[in-house]
């Protein structure tokens, strides 16, 4: 329901699948957790991975992607890597076999980009060509019909493309002339061309609208986001939970938006993304924001109910939870007063605390002091209005309390 931080290890790129995810650290390792029955993870047995653990040995990941029960990565030599689920093809390796280890995908060494949708995958080279493979349900791979594709193959003979992103079954890419394009399924209205619900498969990428001004692009299952150079945001497609964020929930597939449509009149924004039924996205003052379905508090804003308008995110990192030592409460702790605009009074009961330590929204530490007896006053004249934690330690006991600066 809130927002914590994974560990404390510095991350340079993460990807979420439906049960698994899979992040890169800045020293180039790859780690995976969730979700591993279909070897998704690899390195583990088949059973849910808790925290995140170590894919192999290698520290030259520089790419990572996952669909929905596979997972697909490039090194900084080029070459690309592929393991997990594979009915569909999604692999790239030519056969049907689910994969416990990461593959290479064919000799080349020019990959650049690789992302997957649910059971199929698109990449650019460095050339900038596009190709695709996996799953070609209404079309998505844009090779011109429906048969899946076991190996990376091109699309087109265009060499300017330079984003990709792929939901269930539908693709979206920008060009590096900055117009976007589109195909697969057009049901929900998810490819943006304005077609009616009753429209037949798209088979091959088909430009949305003539705007030349496109620079982002995040696919949800049946919805977008994306962002122009001018830093708007737009989206379309299904709106049966308020994914697209324009303030409403229609559950009504005839009202789902067919179209690019812009999201408030904010110009800031920098960068974007999507779950199957929910949108994210970030501005340039690094502030997060979401919307749609929050059934399970996946919206991180501490609640659990659908938000149809892009709602502000405190992303308070709670990393005093997600240590390995066991976390006990201090009998009685009792801070206030809170809100303070500068002296903040914390006394315990029954138990002699060791150390209090103030940590800020990111996690890092701003002040740590002892304490002297079971009473200590902390002042917080000089610091910026805001949220902070407050950690209340002693022994292996830990209490940590949410303090409002005002």
Request: with cysteine; proline share 3%.
């Amino acid at each position: 329901m809130y927002s914590v931080q994974v560990g404390t290890s510095t991350w340079s790129k993460f990807t979420v699948g439906d049960y698994h995810v899979l992040g890169i650290k800045t020293d180039g390792t790859l780690w995976g957790w969730g979700r591993n029955a279909e070897n998704q993870l690899t390195g583990a047995a088949l059973t849910n991975v808790t925290v995140p653990t170590q894919i192999g040995t290698d520290n030259t990941w520089v790419q990572v992607t996952t669909g929905r029960w596979s997972s697909t990565a490039i090194k900084s030599d080029g070459t690309m890597w592929a393991w997990g689920y594979n009915d569909n093809g999604q692999i790239g390796d030519g056969t049907l076999i689910t994969k416990t280890t990461p593959v290479q995908i064919g000799t080349t060494n020019d990959w650049a980009k690789v992302y997957s949708g649910y059971y199929h995958t698109l990449a650019i080279k460095t050339n900038g060509t596009l190709w695709s493979w996996g799953s070609n349900l209404g079309g998505c791979l844009g090779s011109g019909g429906t048969d899946d594709i076991l190996l990376p193959t091109q699309v087109g003979s265009a060499t300017n493309w330079v984003e990709i992103s792929a939901g269930n079954t539908h693709s979206v890419a920008i060009k590096s002339d900055g117009t976007m394009w589109s195909c697969g399924p057009a049901s929900w209205g998810q490819l943006g061309l304005g077609l009616p619900i009753t429209s037949s498969n798209v088979l091959v990428f088909t430009q949305i609208g003539t705007d030349t001004h496109w620079q982002k692009i995040a696919v949800g299952l049946g919805h977008n986001l994306a962002i122009k150079t001018d830093g708007t945001m737009w989206s379309w497609g299904v709106n049966n939970t308020g994914q697209i964020g324009n303030g409403t929930i229609d559950t009504t597939v005839s009202n789902f938006v067919l179209s690019p449509y812009q999201i408030g009149t904010s110009s800031d924004w920098r960068a974007v993304g999507t779950g199957s039924h929910n949108s994210f996205a970030l501005k340039t003052d690094n502030q997060l924001w979401s919307w749609g379905s929050d059934g399970l508090g996946m919206l991180g804003d501490r609640a659990t109910i659908t938000q149809p308008s892009p709602t502000s995110i405190d992303c308070i990192a709670l990393e005093v939870f997600l240590s390995n030592e066991e976390v006990a409460p201090i009998a009685s702790v009792k801070v206030y007063p809170n809100p303070t605009s500068s002296l903040l009074n914390i006394a315990t009961n029954n138990l002699q605390p060791e150390e209090v330590t103030l940590y800020d929204i990111q996690g890092r530490v701003i002040l740590s002091e002892k304490m002297n007896g079971t009473e200590h006053q902390l002042n917080i004249s000089h610091l910026e209005k805001g949220t902070y934690l407050l950690k209340v330690s002693s022994g292996d006991k830990v209490e940590t309390i949410k303090v409002l600066k005002n």
